[in-house]
Structures are given as structure tokens and as C-alpha cells.
């Protein structure tokens, strides 16, 4: 499964689909302090990228896949560099 | 031949025969609109797989003939006699090239030349020009980079930016920045931006933009993209415009140095307005680059001559000025001479290789962007499709048949299987008997007789199925004669409308396949000699149009095809006296044979009543050998005529041809044949070696005493074996081995068997008689009564 | 592994399409026109990417993709037309009914699995 949601840390493995981008929607809006894990994800569906950047979830690794590292990273980092740092 | 090409040759040759029809019905029915798509799809979607074989004038000619449906299905023609003979015409070509093809997998030589004629003949209502070749792009010019820069690169970020100018300052170097602005459903077309941006190659940054103001939580769709996306690359502008060409008109291009940048930090808004041109559609980009290029071409090598100078000039100012149009911008010529077209279509090019936003300022309303941009024929281009906007409802859940096809071979191996499952079979009933017999074990041998029951209901289930895959529907034997009426109705000067009925009627495949040529030539005789001239028909006191009426109908085992015209009938006086002057038949029967009896006489070998013999039906085979044929099947031929009224000729046809399989052999000269399932061996003795216990004459075989009965003498007929062997064959008759003494063996063949008529019809020796192929007529023997009347007769 | 579904009422695009496609180890289901697509749609078959032809009977593929984004669970899947050379307007029409591109006859094949990477993500 590209997306594992637990208490309040969401961890997307591979391709996340746009068929992912519902639930990750849902356990956005009702948790608390959200924190997503990225490290093994290799692409994420456009929807998904905007819920990060609208529900500005604490990412909590960065991912191995260069793309996103590289370009959609420092985006998604911007308010939590402390966080990042400490992953 | 590669799976690919067959696949192709079987679909084409259905396609074919769909579109034949369809024309056919097309003359009557010109305003069909289905019927017209239907006969437009079939020609599209010939030449949409011919192209994936090296078939370049087949699909030539295709397309040539689909862009001729396509203004009949568009209504800007009118299809007439004269498009439908040259359409029915290519379509035939085509035919005869698949053929070559499916021998030699190509195209016959004289295919370009062919093709080339009808390809002519097809374009003439078109107006007579070919398809334009496509403008040819020649080498393109690295395009200079903008002067100035859309805002939107601004999201780079100025910091990457001051860099990245620097850099491009030092090595004389541009990049392409692309601004791609997904439209919010995009997700619903299957569209995933991140991933489209990803393939971008040699990405140098990448920025995707939020939206100036997010929606509030509680209203925040995430299905709705809400996001733009910015970016640098080193990657060619072609490169941009393939990749993102399902998208064009989301997606601006601008080539920019760091000149441009460097503007672009110093706060210089963008004053591309004027230049620019917004990258619509890549494809009509380059179109539009072809033609400035191929006017540029034009006005380097202008004639000296003034007038003509004058007109080369005036039509390549028109070019320029359409491209213009079509790119959304007005041109002015300063004065109409080669030198301001020129500097135009200069311009024009240079703001084309630019292609930067025109609206960065003053955002155009979205529509007008859209109409600008959209290509020439968008309403052409949604009218086809409004024939047929009800397909989905009009047929309620009908789901395409299930049907597969099947080679011939495959039906006629399964057939044989059966065959030999009936053989190993029937062997049971001697494992039975011989349980019982040799072994004294009853119980076995019942056991083993009800397996076999089993078996044999089994085994007959299956050949029934394995017939019935073989059935196919009439239609396929009437299907070519919409077009035979049509042709030769025209050709004779004929008018003659083809009904026909009860094409759904099932009958075996090779019964269908044998029927073709009698049937063709029946419908030739009605239309030849039974179908008047429509001015004789009026007179006659009938409708100027003659029927020909073709109807199946099943009739237990057996269909019944008739071929009815409403023409002239048979003159029963003038049949007699022609048979009579041919000596077919006697001065005496010329008296008293009756009129009804009368048509019978045109079955006789060579008849012929037609006047003139005409190149339709006269070419010296007749109703004789209808005859033959429909005989050869297993069936009969009756033929009514009523003077004036018209003339119905019957075919009473076996639903199935029981095919039986023969082993033939010859005694005192004539040819016998016993079913092949019955034999068990031939064998060559020495002539000493035949013994006789009691009366019977007997071979040994391998130890086992078989009885040999001498056939001819069974049956009369003089002959006695000579020669140092014998030639015997040998067979399971009632459970117990026979030899046969035979003269002379000859090959297994297939034949359907008729039952005995005439003089032997009551011969109980013979079970049935075939006829071969070379015309003489076997007889087949019942072994059962042979060994009875060999019994007798000893 | 990613399924295909394609639908072409020519026996012969199916077939040289489909040998593509399974040799680069693609799962392929194929249908003959947009209805008996739709049925096997509605009968559960969930395909990460669908090319169509434009002019088929009993369903075209317009109709067909207008009718796929009507089916929960297809509505983002991506939908391929393919179209000739001169059915240009045609993909316009396609793209306003929810395809996501175009392939343009004859597919070649290193195009076609070049297009479906671009379109698929993850394939």
C-alpha cells in the first residue's frame, strides 16, 4: 500500500494515486499535528502535493527520489527545517 | 505469413464486403446517414491498419476513397452513380491487391499505376486535387532567443535567477521557461501534472505555484488543481511542445538569455504584448512556421516577367496574411511589394520562435484566447459525430456477438477426429463380443456394450456440434448478388430490384461455398433472358422494374432455394423447337410433349434459348450444368414458368453433406466403394495361397481363417481374377472379418451419399450411390447383403 | 503489473497494439467498441490506462469516455484516443469528453510505450 495512515503519521511508500488522495484528505483534516513520511515515496499524485502544501503536514523524512528531493522538498520544508533537520 | 498481415487480410476482406454492401444500399438509400458512417468507418479503418504494413498505395487509395465518403458523410457531396462505380471500383482494386498479397505478401507492380487512376478518378469531385503534401519544415534555424521575459518567470526565485543570468551572460546561452497552468478538472481527463512535469528533461528548476488564496478548509476540494507550475530547462523548445502536446494552450514557452532576465530584475515589465504570440496548438505552430518559410521561399526566387511577379507576390501576401490570422495577429503591408511581405512574414516567424505570452499585462477573456487559436474547422469536425450520437441508446445493452473465427482447417481436423473416435468406438462392440465369446465373461461384455452406448451417444452429440460450427447462414451465398444485380443490370440496360429472404437460413459451409457459381448463374439467366428491357416490361402492362426475388427457406435436413424473376417466362413452343432443331429430342416429342414438360428441356446438355448469346450468361455452360452441380450436392433442381409472368427455378439442397469417407475399388472393370470405417486391411496373396473350406473360398491371416467372397461373381458380372496374386480387402462385416476379391484398388475419397433411384433402387446390395468427381457415378456397398446374397448364391 | 484495456473495432489494431504491449509486460484486456468496453467496465475490470479508438460502432469513443468518467473508480484514470492523421478535431472533441491525449495511427511502438510512461504514473 503507497499510503499507510497510524495516529497522527501518514507514511507514503511508491506512487501514490489520485485514488489515494481522498483518504489522505480525510486523516488530514482530522488529525492533529500531522506528520508524513516521504522517504520511500517515489511520486506523489498532483492532489496530493496540494494537500501538502495546504495542510502543511510536518514532513518527517525526505524522500530518497531525486525529483522530489530536489524540487518539491524545499517547498513542503519551508516552516519546518528544524523538523527536517532532526529526521 | 506473419499473424499480423492474416489478421489484417481477414478483417479486410470483411470490411470489403461491409462496404460493398453498403454502397449498394447507399444508392438506394442516399441520405442514410448511419449507412454512410457505417461504409466511412469500414474505408478508415482499411487504411488505419494498412498503415502498419508497407502498403503505401493501398493506403493512398483508401484514404483517397474515405475522403470522398467523408464530404458524402459531411453532405458537401452528393453520391451518384458515377462516385459509387469509381468507389466500388477502388474497392475492387483493393480487393485484387489483398489478393496478390495474402500469395506474394505485397503489392502487385502495377499497384502505383492502378491506384494512381482510380485515385484520380475518386479526388475529381473533390474539386481534383490531391490531398496537399504536408509543407516540409526545413532545417530550422535556431531561434533567436525573446528580448524580453513573461513576469511569471519571476517565481523562480531572484536569487537563482541573478545567478542563472550571470551564467547564461558568460556562455552566451539561453533556456527555455515554461509556465504550465493545469486547468482545475484536469484530473478528471486522466491528467497528473507532477507526473507530465517530471519527464521534463534537463530541468534545471523547478517552482509550482500556489494559488494567490487558498479556499478555506472546510470548502477545499481536492479534486480541483489549484496549483501552476514553473520551471527552467535546457531542454529544446520541440522537446517542451512534444511533451506537453495533450496540453498546448495550458502551457507557454519562452526561449530567454540573460539579457531578457537580466531586464526582467531590473523591473522591466514585460512589453511582449506586441511581439508575442501565445503558444496554442504546436502543430499549428509549425504549421504556420512551414508556410512563412515556404513563403520566404517563394519571394527569394520570384520570376523577372512583372505581371507574373506581380500575381506571386499578391498570393503569397494572402499566405502570410491567413497565417497571421490564424495566429491571432493583424499584419499591415506598408506597400504590397515583395519587400513589406517579406519583413511581415519575417516578423511573423521571429514572434512565432519566440511564442511568449501576449496577455501577461491585460488577461484576454478566456474565449477569446479559444477562438483565436482554434484551429480552421471545428464545427466540420463535430458534425460526424452528431450522426450518431445515439449509438449508445438506439441498440439497448446489446453487447458486440461473441463469435470466433475459426480456420477451416481446424473445423474440417475436429471433423476428422470425430470420425476416428466413431472408429475406435465401434471397436468396443468387438471387444464386447469377444469378452463374451472368448473370454466367457458376459457380465465385461455387457459392461463394455453399455460404455458403449455412452460413447455413441457422445460421440454422435459431438459430431452434430462439430456440423453445426460448420453451418453458416445463407447470406454469405446471397451476398454478392446486390452487387452482380446492380452491375449487369446496368450493363444490359436492365432496371431490376434484388429482394431477398430468409437469409438467416443455416446450411452446411460446404453446401454454401457449392452453391455460389449455380446460384450466379441462375440470377444471370433471369436477368439475361428472363428480365425484359423496362420499355418492353411497360408495354407489357408491367412496373418498369423487374424483381428478382432470392429466397431460403429450411425444410427438415434439407434448405430450399429459390431464384424468382417476374420477367418473360419460358416459351414452351420455342423451348421444343430448339431442342428439337439441336436433336435433343424427337419430332414426335416436338409434337406431344406437353407444355409443362416443356422447361425440363432446358436442362438437357447444351441448351441455349437466348437469341444472341451475350457475354452475361452465353458463354456455353447452361442450365445443365447447374443441374450437375446441384446433383453432385446431393440435391435437386425444379424449374416453373408461366409465359409473361415469370420463371421460379427451385433448389432443394441437403441442409448438411453427410460427408462419407470411401475406400474405392474396381472389379470387372467398374468401381465399387465400401465406407472406409469398415475396413480393416488389404492384403496380396499369392493365388495359391486362397483355400476353400466347405464350399467358401478362405485366406489365412496370420493364423485366422478368413472367408473371401468373390464380388463379381456375387453379382453377375463376368470377370475372373488373373495373374499370380490376389488382391484382397479385408473387412469387420457383422462382427466377423470378410475378404473381398477385388481387382484393382483405388483411393479413399470423400462423397455424400444419395439413396439408390431407378432400376437398383430396390437392390438391397447397394446402399447408396456418390458421385465422383471425374462425373461417373459409384456404387456403394451394403456388405451386410452382399455377404447375404454371396451366401445364397454358394 | 499495469492493465490496458483497448478498444478498437479493427482486429488488427487490437492485435498489433496488444503484442506491443504484453511483450513490454503490460496486463492487456481488449474490447471491440465502446459497449462492450463499458461493460466489462461495469462489470469491475478497472484498467490503469484505456486507448480508444475514435469511430467505432455501436458505441464511439467519445461516447465512450464521457460514459468511463461517468463510472466511480474511472473518473482520473487515463484515456487515450486513437485517432488518424486527419481526425485532429476529433481530439479536441475527446479531450473536452475526459481523454487525457491522443496516439496517432499507425502507433509505433516504442511511441506507444513511450506516451503510456508519460501518462501512467508509475508504469
Known amino acids: 500500500m503507497p499510503l499507510t495512515l497510524r495516529d497522527n503519521t501518514a507514511t507514503i511508500t511508491g506512487t501514490l494515486t489520485v485514488e489515494e488522495v481522498e483518504p489522505l484528505a480525510g486523516w488530514l483534516r482530522s488529525t492533529d499535528r500531522p506528520r508524513v513520511n516521504l522517504r520511500g515515496c517515489t511520486h506523489l499524485h498532483t492532489g496530493a502535493l496540494q494537500l501538502l502544501l495546504f495542510f502543511r503536514p510536518t514532513v518527517v523524512s525526505r524522500p530518497l527520489d531525486p525529483f522530489l528531493s530536489t524540487h518539491i522538498m524545499p517547498l513542503l520544508g519551508k516552516r519546518n527545517k528544524e523538523l527536517e533537520a532532526s529526521s | 505469413m506473419n499473424p499480423l498481415l492474416a489478421q489484417f487480410l481477414a478483417e479486410a476482406d470483411d470490411l470489403l464486403s461491409q462496404v460493398d454492401e453498403g454502397l449498394l444500399r447507399l444508392e438506394r438509400e442516399p441520405h442514410d446517414a448511419d449507412l454512410v458512417n457505417e461504409v466511412f468507418r469500414a474505408a478508415h479503418t482499411i487504411k488505419g491498419s494498412s498503415g502498419l504494413f508497407d502498403f503505401p498505395e493501398l493506403t493512398r487509395l483508401t484514404h483517397a476513397a474515405e475522403d470522398l465518403l467523408d464530404a458524402v458523410r459531411g453532405g458537401r457531396l452528393e453520391l451518384d452513380a458515377t462516385m459509387t462505380d469509381d468507389l466500388l471500383a477502388a474497392f475492387d482494386l483493393m480487393r485484387g491487391w489483398l489478393a496478390h498479397v495474402t500469395t506474394t505478401e505485397r503489392l502487385p507492380s502495377s499497384a502505383n499505376a492502378d491506384g494512381a487512376v482510380l485515385i484520380g478518378r475518386l479526388r475529381a469531385p473533390l474539386g481534383g486535387q490531391d490531398s496537399p503534401a504536408p509543407a516540409g519544415h526545413g532545417p530550422q534555424a535556431a531561434p533567436a532567443p525573446a528580448a524580453t521575459a513573461p513576469q511569471w518567470v519571476g517565481a523562480l526565485g531572484e536569487e537563482w535567477l541573478e545567478t542563472t543570468a550571470s551564467w547564461l551572460e558568460a556562455t552566451s546561452a539561453s533556456l527555455r521557461f515554461v509556465r504550465y497552468t493545469p486547468e482545475e478538472d484536469c484530473y478528471f481527463r486522466g491528467e497528473d501534472p507532477l507526473h507530465l512535469l517530471r519527464q521534463v528533461p534537463a530541468a534545471e528548476r523547478f517552482v509550482p505555484v500556489t494559488p494567490a488564496a487558498w479556499p478555506q478548509a472546510a470548502e477545499y476540494d481536492e479534486y480541483a488543481c489549484l496549483l501552476s507550475f514553473v520551471l527552467a530547462t535546457r531542454a529544446a523548445t520541440g522537446e517542451l511542445e512534444y511533451l506537453f502536446r495533450y496540453v498546448p494552450e495550458q502551457v507557454e514557452i519562452a526561449d530567454l538569455g540573460a539579457t531578457a532576465l537580466t531586464r526582467l530584475l531590473a523591473g522591466e515589465a514585460a512589453a511582449v504584448a506586441e511581439a508575442g504570440i501565445r503558444l496554442g496548438d504546436a502543430e499549428q505552430a509549425q504549421d504556420a512556421r512551414a508556410l512563412l518559410e515556404a513563403a520566404l521561399h517563394v519571394l527569394s526566387a520570384l520570376p523577372q516577367e512583372a505581371a507574373a511577379r506581380a500575381a506571386r507576390v499578391s498570393s503569397v501576401e494572402r499566405a502570410v496574411q491567413s497565417v497571421a490570422r490564424a495566429l491571432g495577429r493583424d499584419v499591415e503591408f506598408p506597400a504590397h511589394d515583395a519587400e513589406s511581405v517579406e519583413a511581415a512574414a519575417r516578423a511573423l516567424l521571429a514572434a512565432l520562435e519566440t511564442a511568449v505570452v501576449a496577455e501577461e499585462a491585460v488577461p484576454a477573456p478566456a474565449e477569446e484566447t479559444v477562438r483565436s487559436l482554434a484551429p480552421a474547422g471545428p464545427a466540420e469536425e463535430t458534425a460526424p459525430a452528431a450522426l450518431h450520437p445515439a449509438d449508445g441508446a438506439a441498440d439497448g445493452g446489446k453487447v458486440g456477438s461473441r463469435t470466433l473465427k475459426v480456420e477451416q482447417e481446424k473445423v474440417d481436423r475436429l471433423m476428422e477426429l470425430v470420425g476416428e473416435l466413431n472408429v475406435a468406438k465401434n471397436a468396443l462392440t468387438f471387444l464386447a463380443a469377444s469378452a463374451e465369446e472368448e473370454f466367457g465373461n458376459r457380465i465385461l461384455g455387457r459392461r463394455i456394450k453399455d460404455q458403449y452406448a455412452g460413447m455413441h451417444r457422445i460421440a454422435e452429440e459431438l459430431q452434430a456440434a462439430v456440423m453445426d460450427v460448420r453451418m453458416l447462414p445463407l447470406s454469405v451465398a446471397f451476398a454478392r448478388f446486390p452487387r452482380l444485380v446492380r452491375d449487369l443490370g446496368r450493363k444490359l440496360g436492365k432496371s431490376v430490384e434484388l429482394v431477398t429472404d430468409g437469409e438467416d437460413t443455416m446450411a452446411d459451409k460446404d453446401v454454401i461455398e457449392a452453391l455460389g457459381d449455380p446460384l450466379v448463374h441462375l440470377v444471370r439467366n433471369s436477368l439475361d433472358h428472363g428480365v425484359e428491357a423496362p420499355r418492353v416490361r411497360v408495354e407489357a402492362g408491367k412496373e418498369a422494374t423487374a424483381t428478382i426475388r432470392l429466397t431460403a427457406v429450411s425444410d427438415g435436413d434439407a434448405v430450399v432455394i429459390e431464384v424468382a424473376d417476374d420477367g418473360a417466362g419460358v416459351d414452351p413452343e420455342r423451348v421444343k423447337r430448339k431442342a428439337y432443331e439441336k436433336g435433343l429430342i424427337t419430332e414426335e416429342q416436338l409434337e406431344t410433349l406437353p407444355e409443362a414438360e416443356a422447361v425440363n428441356l432446358l436442362f438437357l446438355p447444351g441448351f441455349s434459348t437466348a437469341e444472341t448469346v451475350s457475354d452475361v450468361s452465353g458463354r456455353g455452360v447452361g442450365m445443365d450444368a447447374v443441374k450437375a452441380s446441384v446433383e453432385r450436392l446431393g440435391g435437386t433442381v425444379t424449374m416453373r414458368s408461366e409465359r409473361g409472368a415469370g420463371t421460379v427455378v427451385r433448389l432443394r439442397l441437403p441442409l448438411s453433406m453427410a460427408v462419407t469417407q470411401v475406400m474405392v475399388f474396381s472389379v470387372a472393370g467398374q468401381r465399387f466403394g465400401v465406407p472406409v470405417d469398415a475396413v480393416v486391411e488389404t492384403v496380396r496373396v499369392p493365388a495359391g495361397e486362397i483355400g476353400r473350406v466347405l464350399r467358401q473360398e478362405v485366406i489365412q491371416l496370420r493364423g485366422e481363417v478368413v472367408p473371401v467372397v468373390d464380388l463379381a461373381g456375387t453379382l453377375r458380372m463376368p470377370w475372373s481374377p488373373a495373374g499370380a496374386t490376389r488382391d484382397v480387402l479385408v473387412m469387420w462385416v457383422g462382427g466377423q472379418k470378410v475378404g473381398l476379391l477385388v481387382e484393382r484398388f483405388h483411393r479413399e475419397v470423400d462423397v455424400i451419399l444419395k439413396p439408390m433411384e431407378g432400376l437398383l433402387a430396390d437392390h438391397p446390395a447397394f446402399s447408396g450411390t456418390a458421385l465422383l468427381g471425374d462425373g461417373l457415378v459409384l456404387l456403394v456397398l451394403n456388405m451386410k447383403e452382399v455377404l447375404g446374397v454371396a451366401a445364397h448364391a454358394a | ?123
Open chain 3, 1 to 123: 503489473m499495469k492493465t490496458i484495456m483497448l478498444v478498437d473495432d479493427s482486429a488488427t489494431m487490437l492485435m498489433s497494439i496488444k503484442s506491443v504491449l504484453v511483450k513490454a509486460g503490460y496486463g492487456v484486456e481488449t474490447a471491440s467498441h465502446g459497449k462492450e468496453a463499458l461493460t466489462k467496465i461495469t462489470g469491475g475490470l478497472r484498467p490503469d490506462l484505456i486507448i480508444s479508438d475514435v469511430n467505432m460502432p455501436q458505441m464511439d469513443g467519445i461516447t465512450f469516455t464521457r460514459e468511463v468518467r461517468k463510472t466511480a473508480g474511472m473518473r482520473f484514470t487515463p484515456i487515450l484516443m486513437l485517432t488518424t492523421e486527419s481526425e485532429a478535431g476529433k481530439r479536441a472533441e475527446g479531450k473536452a469528453a475526459g481523454a487525457t491525449g491522443w496516439l496517432v495511427k499507425p502507433v509505433q511502438s516504442d511511441q506507444l510505450l513511450g506516451v503510456i510512461k508519460q501518462v501512467v504514473p508509475g508504469a
